[in-house]
């Protein structure tokens, strides 16, 4: 209803916004969304769930005792205010301070929630604050859960070759579903619908990493509505661009994550120490709602969510919420250059680092971008020639950082850069180079921080999400790990360099074997390759790039597995949990090892790799590429 007028509905316990497209109501003081009245449907929320678990914020906090898990709280309000109502918007805020006689985690929270005249849809935000004074507190999850209507919501969409209709939520209770090894794991055995007997639901397998993690959600065929949640920026979440995060999975549920440990574990957990001051716009994300007129094509819904993310995309940053911690466009800065490579290995000159990320965040290490979880971030991508630029930064201090697909490591310029209203800076050219000692002698795989190249089998035909069935993330299947003990039942994976194809020969993760007992024994594989004129006298240097690493500890030995101490090795590391989550990659590790010349013989050579850690199925690594440098030479 175009040009209709913006009402506010305050009543005892609730306060209806509406604007004509679509109304809706939230708890007063609390702040939760317990009804969105759009098209012909009073409710696209739950009705069947109490008001509170319909649309809400929460978050997961500790005192400061380690790990991912702590006290879940649904961030309920105690005071409700209008800060903003003209004929263009309405803004409302549900706020809740922090008192040392609460038991509460330790933050002023103020949920803002934005309607505006003419929108098919509302905002929501919020700004965190911790102040110097008040006790430290870990921070592992915060987000907002929208719980739509299983009646009618039964398409689920994140992508364009990612999308299908969806099983009920009651198909993973136990008298139908069977709880695989990894919890989040249910086999539908007896679902209510026929189709989706003997699939495999996992949420996991919707996941995506931030920087395509702009639109998603569910429509409804009977009437053909949609509900989407958008998130035109991704400034305010944690771990930069591949950062991994839940979208929508089955309930229906829509989530909009801002932190999360999921492929990463403790390292991307908020922690803050004693008298940190922290202050911390969550969002806006924006919850868009469209529909199609009768005998139009419902699942058409999902173009049009991609046209309006667009729209909303362009218009970051947002001009209208109200408060002074969101700053608009006027109030942020952009910085511009170019990235180039040298690698004098590869070429004698600097080359354009075509389509490098480059990105602005909290100073520190190169590469602590990928952990770094308290500030904000700007990512963007080069072009073809390398320049890049970075607009509508907070003001503020960064550090530049930057990695380039197709080479190892992470480049940081070492010049502090300082954002500050309205400024245009240009870093000029900068050069990144890589590391690297000597020449090639071989390489497998591709550096680009995955494994997605590598063998990634079929499924097992009884642990199947038809989804994914030929489909490019065939990586998201369950149970692939187990695959391994199949293709390798007698002896462990053997990579002849040369000879092998890596997309073909070597698998994806390094995992354990699972014996007929359940009890697993860990793994070694085995590079052989060829050199037909050693240095004794120098070094060689073995790059190895994992992709991810999950209670793992991987042993480097050369022509000798026996050998005591192992040549390298990486101690236990990770907490990444992708090999169980279909995801791919977690956080990037990479290990330089220098190899004494004297360790290596002319002619035939093996290096064996093990993962010498065994109590889970998921103990292991995934490689994102591995490479053997011979040493320095003069005329590189």
């Known amino acids: 209803m175009a040009g209709a007028i913006l009402q506010l509905n305050i009543q005892n316990h609730h306060v209806v916004m509406d604007n004509g497209i679509l109304q809706v109501t939230l708890s007063k003081p609390d702040g939760n969304v317990t009804g969105i009245k759009y098209n012909s449907i009073d409710n696209v929320l739950e ?22 898990t702590g006290t879940f709280d649904e961030m309920k309000g105690k005071e409700f205010e209008v800060i903003v109502q003209n004929e263009e918007q309405i803004e409302l805020s549900f706020k809740r301070n922090y008192s040392f006689k609460d038991k509460a985690v330790p933050l002023n929270i103020d949920k803002r929630f934005i309607m505006l005249r003419n929108s098919s849809g509302f905002y929501s935000y919020a700004i965190y604050e911790h102040l110097k004074e008040w006790p430290p507190f870990n921070l592992p999850q915060t987000r907002i859960v929208f719980k739509l209507r299983k009646d009618k919501f039964h398409y689920m ?125 969550f969002g806006p994300v924006f919850l868009y709602l469209n529909s199609v007129t009768d005998g139009g094509d419902p699942l058409s819904l999902w173009k049009d ?38 690698d004098r290995y590869v070429s004698q000159d ?76 240009d870093v000029g050219d900068l050069v990144y180079e890589p590391p690297r000692n000597g020449p090639t002698l071989w390489e497998i795989g591709i550096p680009d921080r995955s494994a997605a190249e590598f063998y990634v089998p079929d499924p097992d035909p009884n642990y199947i999400n038809k989804l994914y069935v030929d489909h490019p993330d065939r990586f998201r299947q369950y149970g692939l790990w187990e695959r391994y003990a199949e293709l390798y039942p007698d002896a462990d994976l053997v990579y002849t360099v040369g000879v092998s194809d890596y997309t073909k020969d070597w698998f994806f993760a390094h995992v ?63 907490h990444d949990n992708t090999i169980a989550r279909h995801g791919i990659h977690g956080l990037y590790r990479l290990y330089s090892v220098d190899m004494s010349g004297s360790l290596l013989v002319e002619g035939e050579n093996t290096i064996f790799l093990s993962q010498i850690i065994s109590s889970s199925s998921f103990n292991g690594v995934m490689y994102d590429y591995i490479r053997l440098e011979a040493p320095p030479s003069d005329n590189p």
């Open 305 to 342: 969510a991609k046209t309006q993310m667009t729209k909303e995309v362009q218009s970051w940053p947002y001009s209208f919420p109200a408060s002074e911690d969101f700053p608009p466009p006027n109030q942020r800065g952009r910085l511009t250059g170019k990235l180039f490579v040298l």
């Open 512 to 574: 354990n074997r699972t014996r007929n007992d359940g009890s697993h024994l860990s793994t070694t594989w085995q590079i052989k390759f060829t050199v037909d004129n050693v240095d004794k006298n120098d070094a060689y240097t073995l790059r190895v790039a994992l992709a991810t690493a999950n209670v793992a500890e991987l042993q480097i030995q050369v022509n000798d597995p026996e050998a005591k101490p192992a040549v390298f090795t990486t101690g236990q590391i990770g």
């Open 47 to 68: 009705v069947d769930d109490k008001e509170n678990h319909r649309g809400y914020w929460d978050l997961v906090w500790n005192s400061g005792t380690g790990g991912t």
């Open 350 to 425: 600097q080359t354009p680092a075509t389509d490098a990320y480059v990105g602005l965040a909290a100073p520190g290490e190169a590469g602590s971008w990928q952990t770094e979880n308290k500030g904000y971030q700007f990512w963007t991508k080069t072009d073809a020639d390398g320049s890049f630029s970075i607009e509508n930064a907070r003001i503020g201090d960064y550090n530049l950082y930057a990695w380039v697909p197709g080479f190892i490591g992470d480049y940081r310029y070492d010049v502090i850069v300082s954002i500050s209203a309205g400024s245009d800076m």
């Open 157 to 281: 969409a994140i992508a364009d070759n990612r999308q299908r209709f969806m099983p009920l939520p009651e198909d993973r209770l136990r008298h139908r579903g069977k709880t695989l090894d990894f919890p989040e794991a249910v086999k539908l055995v007896n679902p209510k619908e026929p189709q989706f007997k003997g699939e495999v639901d996992d949420k996991y397998q919707y996941s995506c990493e931030n920087k395509d993690l702009k639109v998603h959600g569910w429509i409804s065929m009977d009437p053909a509505v949609g509900f989407w949640q958008i998130t035109p920026s991704s400034e305010f979440r944690s771990g930069g661009p591949l950062k991994q995060n839940l979208t929508s999975h089955v309930g229906p549920y829509a989530l909009a994550m801002f932190l999360s440990a999921h492929y990463s574990g403790e390292d991307l957990v908020l922690k803050l120490n004693p008298d940190e001051p922290w202050k911390k716009v």
